[in-house]
């Protein structure tokens, strides 16, 4: 990998077209010599992971594998603490461990996690009381509290959101391939969750059946590297184009740019403009990448988005994250799978079952229904088994504490508990126990298939 500086003009074809949004920063010298300073850092991510995770998504895209994206709607620099940090791993790692037991099926692992720092959002200014300030577009952005001051864009914090991507990365590659993940540990990942919940309950029973296959192997004398550490990834919404620019690098094996901020990046649903500068990004770097696609999309938009951002249609390289909402899915996405099916392209097809489902509590909680969240996914699964096309995996939105944002599951959460806690910056997440339920509940679906 090198530092280019060719990278950083010729190559940057998306910074001359419309990009929708972008913060609008007040001080344009700061912001020039943050870039400046952001593109002398080193990369996050290396090429040749991205490239390995493209291979996993091919399997997912070939009907091989499995996806599990999930992580914070948002992260905040004053949440990198390790056991922040260690419980938003466990539950992925006990969500993997569910799927890929009581699923039968590889799960590739990746984070929304070690970059999520921005948020495209519905309006450009939020009112309280009488107060209009611009809205909060994530802590790579501008401040949560509601002063004018917090809601200023400031620069300096894009270099923030590089050394908080940097700490959590670190931890989470320790805590991936330094032992915590081994799959011997799968009763520790529960240890202080199972007596108090159902969904604990049913992890442990899980966990106790996984420790006896593996005694079993170990009886016979296998004991594969391969249960020791655990292959997790990285992935973020690439939103703040200042930023995934001056991380984009060209990679000197292959004179190729790859955004080393993630090992994967997304394309909102706000930001998929076929002549916008997000989707050109898109369609300039190597790694991975996703592109949601919400209810109003056409079959027409799927397939241009095909032909620019994978062009020669490499399983893998695209991943479509369909997020339409539990009332919608079951009508727009057969037509979409469908055609994109008979373009011949093999994209990875993965389920938010969030982002089309949030609605207003009467308390004034943005919310979502854990029955709708699954209803959507059961949706997902129907239109594949239809079509005979692989329901490639899920994009989630949870976290590994017990906040009360999403209402039902199996421990049920009432509208009336939200406030107690309440703790996302921007949308509702499930907590630990909602993303368990969750996996059981998917295997199943994913095993019927
Ligand atoms: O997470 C996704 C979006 O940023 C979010 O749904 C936008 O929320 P808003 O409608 O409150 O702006
Ligand atoms: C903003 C998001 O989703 P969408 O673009 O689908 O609304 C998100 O996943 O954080």
Redesign the pocket.
Known sequence: MTLNAESHTGGHTWKSLPAAQQPDWPDQAALREVIAELESYPPLVFAGECDQLRDRLGAVARGEAFLLQGGD??EAFDAIGADQIRNKLKTLLQMGAVLTYAGQVPVVKVG?IAG?YS??RSKPTETRDGVTLPTYRGDSVNGFEFTEKARIPDPQRLKRMYQASASTLNLVRAFTTGGYADLRQVHAWNQDFVKSSPAGQRYEALAREIDRALNFMNACGVDPEEFKTVEFYSSH?ALILDYESALTRTDSRTGELYDVSGHMV??????RQLDGAHVEFAARIRNPVGV?L?PTTTPEEALSLIDRIDPNREPGRLTF?T?MGADKIRDKLPDLVEKVTASGAQVAWIC?P???NTFEAASGHKTRRFDDVLDEVKGFFEVHKGLGTHPGGI?M?LTGDDVTECVGGGDEIFVDDLHQRYETA??PRLNRSQSLDLAFLVAEMYRDQ
Request: hydrophobic letters at 20%; a neutral charge; glycine letters at 12%.
């Open positions: 709607c948002a929304r999520q948020k495209p919404e997304w394309i909102g649903e706000r930001t949601k919400g994250i997020r938010d969030m982002h089309g994009h939105e921007c949308d």
